[in-house]
């Protein structure tokens, strides 16, 4: 069969100009049994097929008009309603397509749903009370899809999701592994590795290269006025030099050029020149300084002292 063959629809039913009473309506089971009348569950009684000189009845043609327009009539919606082209003159014969009639559409491939009764619009064009079947529907593996995919809910995937450059025959294979990290690999067309990235659940990202680290764990530093710090992370080290400790009572307030944030991973570590016996020792930390002061028994005392904090950062 050719697409373009007559396919024999029924725009018009079977004894539609037929005068009344000329056509009846086919009743489900004979009302009054040996009349003669026609029904669905007999068709045509057994005394139609007996001679008149026998006590027969013979059928009547309004029966056969009835079967007919029956038939024709339940032929007619299934025209109209299953995936057959569209045709506007069918349409418009039949007073338009009723609502979830589905049609092939003029473009091949196309698939088309009403969305009113009465519709003899033509599908695809503007304003036309028909939509894509398919529309909100994903393609299928082949197809393409041009401009952006946008996804309201949840994009899943059982297996892999690859991403294919036709120029230069790259490939991205983004998948979740079974150990649990997020995996994103590009591949050569012959599936070489080119390059290589692994989000881990802890936030720890790696690279073929190595550990990458983000913005915020790029080490900071400065200068401070007798020294410097940096950062690194959440770290703060600092070092700087107080120009002379003396011995005082409770000792003297060394304050910190940079704040930290809090107290409990401060470390101090006091170093004083090689060549005096002067000791020292801090005590009382909090996130801005501490105290110093040189015990009793001190060889020497007024000497200037490298001090490094370690702590964390604000």
């Not at 590795?193 to 881990?200: D, G, K, M, P, T």
């Not at 060394?254 to 005096?276: E, G, H, M, Y």
């Amino acid at each position: 069969m050719k697409s373009l063959d007559d396919r024999a629809l029924f725009s018009e039913l079977i004894a539609a100009g037929a005068q009344d009473g000329n056509v009846a309506d086919i009743p489900a089971s004979q009302a009054v049994a040996g009349d003669g009348t026609a029904s669905v569950a007999l068709g045509f009684p057994p005394e139609t097929f007996v001679a008149r000189s026998a006590g027969g009845v013979p059928p009547r043609g309004q029966d056969m008009n009835g079967f007919l327009k029956y038939i024709s009539q339940a032929i007619q919606f299934l025209q109209a309603t299953s995936v057959s082209a569209f045709d506007s003159g069918f349409a418009a014969k039949i007073g338009g397509y009723p609502m979830g009639a589905v049609v092939a559409g003029i473009t091949p491939g196309g698939v088309w749903r009403s969305v009113a009764d009465n519709n003899v619009s033509i599908p695809g064009t503007m304003g036309a009370a028909w939509v894509n079947f398919f529309g909100d529907y994903v393609q299928k593996a082949g197809d393409t899809i041009s401009g952006a995919l946008a996804v309201t809910g949840t994009l899943r995937s059982d297996s892999n999701v690859i991403v294919a450059n036709s120029q230069s025959k790259s490939v991205v294979n983004i998948r979740v592994t079974n150990e649990g990290y997020l995996s994103f690999d590009l591949n050569s067309a012959d599936q070489t590795n080119l390059a290589s990235l692994r989000v881990y659940p802890s936030g720890e990202i790696t690279s073929r290269k190595g550990i990458l680290a983000l913005t915020s764990q790029l080490p900071d530093e400065g200068s401070t006025g007798s020294g410097r710090w940096y950062q690194i992370g959440n770290t703060l080290v600092q070092n700087f030099r107080v120009p002379a400790v003396y011995r005082a009572t409770g000792g003297t307030y060394v304050a910190f050029p940079k704040a930290f944030s809090d107290t409990d991973d401060i470390t101090i570590q006091l170093t004083t020149a090689a060549d005096n016996n002067m000791d020292v020792w801090a005590f009382n930390p909090t996130t801005a300084g501490f105290y110093i002061n040189i015990p009793s028994n001190s060889a020497s005392s007024g000497l200037p002292v490298s001090v490094t904090a370690t702590g964390a950062a604000r």
